[in-house]
T-cell receptor
Framework: KAGVTQTPRYLIKTRGQQVTLSCSPI?????VSWYQQTPGQGLQFLFE???????NKGNFPGRFSGRQFSNSRSEMNVSTLELGDSALYLC????????????FGPGTRLTVT | GDSVTQMEGPVTLSEEAFLTINCTYT??????LFWYVQYPGEGLQLLLK?????DKGSNKGFEATYRKETTSFHLEKGSVQVSDSAVYFC?????????????FGTGTRLTIIP
């Protein structure tokens, strides 16, 4: 089976712009989660989707949003980018919710200048 | 809320040494516990898991036992190799409805010297 794929792998944006990141889960997985990884804050949970519904949300401002499509693919959007949004954004998929392990993609490295 | 406390790094060991990375957690209900590993420039890879008390997860010579009485999930390996150099994350996944997200520890950077 193909693993979790994320596009693009690298992105450079300017403050104030917006960005959309894409994630394709492992075939058959219905849950997709997003995480932000920075050297200072570590791995922080953004949100989780299951069957096109947002199930959980982390403590991020409303500039961060996401959605999941009927084929389980997911996108996250960040509007009005700030320098502090520079990070590695990781997507993970799992078969279902409770108890199931999550499998991670390689991440999208976002740099905001 | 749920939390994971992980042994601070960095940890440097010689090849073939014994490894322990401590991990303790706070959670309501009966979470599942995981160890993930991250190699430079890559995403996280699942190393092992345990879904209930006294379960032992194992993979590639690494082991960890879910200890509910001490709320711990320490990672061990009997003889480390240079290729084990990476950052290791302990994590839990909540079991309560609406709280199924993964909560991570801060990560422990492990360096193995030949």
């Amino acid at each position: 089976k193909a693993g979790v794929t994320q596009t693009p792998r690298y992105l450079i944006k300017t403050r104030g712009q917006q960005v959309t990141l894409s994630c394709s889960p492992i075939s058959g997985h219905r849950s997709v989660s997003w995480y932000q990884q920075t050297p200072g804050q570590g791995l922080q949970f953004l949100f989780e989707y299951f069957s096109e519904t947002q199930r959980n949300k982390g403590n991020f401002p409303g500039r961060f949003s996401g959605r999941q499509f009927s084929n389980s693919r997911s996108e996250m959007n960040v509007s009005t980018l700030e320098l502090g949004d520079s990070a590695l954004y990781l997507c993970a998929s799992s078969v279902d919710l409770r108890g199931y392990e999550q499998y991670f993609g390689p991440g999208t490295r976002l740099t905001v200048t | 809320g749920d939390s994971v406390t992980q042994m601070e790094g960095p940890v440097t060991l010689s090849e073939e040494a014994f490894l322990t990375i401590n991990c303790t957690y706070t959670a309501t209900g009966y979470p599942s516990l995981f160890w993930y590993v991250q190699y430079p420039g890559e995403g996280l890879q699942l190393l092992l898991k345990a879904t209930k008390a006294d379960d032992k997860g194992s993979n590639k010579g690494f082991e960890a036992t879910y200890r509910k009485e001490t709320t711990s999930f320490h990672l061990e390996k009997g003889s480390v190799q240079v290729s084990d150099s990476a950052v290791y994350f302990c994590a839990l996944r909540g079991s309560n409805f609406g709280n199924e997200k993964l909560t991570f520890g801060t990560g422990t950077r492990l360096t193995i010297i030949p």
